[in-house]
C-alpha cells in the first residue's frame, strides 16, 4: 500500500496561472479531502467528498475546484492562482472505523505563487 | 462554530523530561478528539484518538491524552521525551464524529539536550 500520494511536491507559480495539485489514494476510502496550511493557522479544509461523483465546500474553498471521478483520486484545482494561495497542501483519506473516522495524510505539497 | 485551542504556540523541553501539550475544544456535546505529530517537512501522523469509553487514551510512540469534560480538554502527556519527539503537534475535533476535522493552530515542540 502506498497510502496517500501527492504530486508534485513542490510547485512555483506566477500570478494568473492554473494548476491541478493531484492526489491518490489505494486504500479503497470513500472520503477524501483537501486541507492548506498556513503558518500559525493549523489546517484548514477546503473540499472534501465522501465518495465517487460527490464534493462539498470547506472552510475555504474560493479559488479552488475538485471533482472526483473515481475512488481513487481527488484532484484540486486552481483556476488563477494568487499570491495568498502560497501554502502547504495536504490531502486526506479517511474511512470509519469504531464510530469514528479515521484520516489518512499524504505528504504535501509546497506551493508557492509569485 | 466549533473551534480547537492549543494555547502554546511553542514548547521547549529538556531531553527525557515529562511534557504536557494543551488543548481545549468548544463544541461539548460529543467532541471527538484526535492528536496528529508531524514532522519536519512531513505529513501528518495520527498520534490517538477519543470519542467515548476510557478517558485516558494511549497512543503510539508512548503518549497518551486524558479527555476531561469539565475542563473542555484533552492534553497530550508523554514521561520522557526522546529527541525525535521534536516536531508540530496537532489537536483536532471531528463534529460528531463525522468526516470533516477542525484543528488547532499547533505546537511546536524543541527538545534540548
Known amino acids: 500500500n502506498a497510502g496517500v500520494t501527492q504530486t508534485p511536491k513542490f510547485q512555483v507559480l506566477k500570478t494568473g496561472q492554473s494548476m491541478t495539485l493531484q492526489c491518490a489514494q489505494d486504500?479503497?476510502?470513500?472520503?477524501m479531502s483537501w486541507y492548506r496550511q498556513d503558518p500559525g493557522m493549523g489546517l484548514r479544509l477546503i473540499h472534501y467528498?465522501?465518495?465517487?461523483?460527490?464534493?462539498d465546500q470547506g472552510e475555504v474553498p474560493n479559488g479552488y475546484n475538485v471533482s472526483r471521478s473515481t475512488t481513487e483520486d481527488f484532484p484540486l484545482r486552481l483556476l488563477s492562482a494568487a499570491p495568498s494561495q502560497t501554502s502547504v497542501y495536504f490531502c486526506?483519506?479517511?474511512?470509519?472505523?469504531?464510530?469514528?473516522?479515521?484520516?489518512?495524510f499524504g505528504p504535501g505539497t509546497r506551493l508557492t505563487v509569485t | 462554530a466549533q473551534s480547537v485551542t492549543q494555547p502554546d504556540i511553542h514548547i521547549t523541553v529538556s531531553e527525557g523530561a515529562s511534557l504536557e501539550l494543551r488543548c481545549n475544544y468548544s463544541y461539548g456535546a460529543t467532541p471527538y478528539l484526535f492528536w496528529y505529530v508531524q514532522s519536519p517537512g512531513q505529513g501528518l501522523q495520527l498520534l490517538l484518538k477519543y470519542f467515548s469509553g476510557d478517558t485516558l487514551v494511549q497512543g503510539i510512540k508512548g503518549f497518551e491524552a486524558e479527555f476531561k469534560r469539565s475542563q473542555s480538554s484533552f492534553n497530550l502527556r508523554k514521561p520522557s521525551v526522546h529527541w525525535s519527539d521534536a516536531a508540530e503537534y496537532f489537536c483536532a475535533d471531528a463534529n460528531f464524529g463525522n468526516e470533516k476535522l477542525t484543528f488547532g493552530t499547533g505546537t511546536r515542540l524543541t527538545i534540548i539536550p
Open positions: 467528498s465522501v465518495g465517487a461523483g460527490i464534493t
Open positions: 486526506a483519506s479517511s474511512y470509519k472505523t469504531s464510530g469514528i473516522y479515521e484520516q489518512y
Open positions: 486504500m479503497n476510502h470513500e472520503y
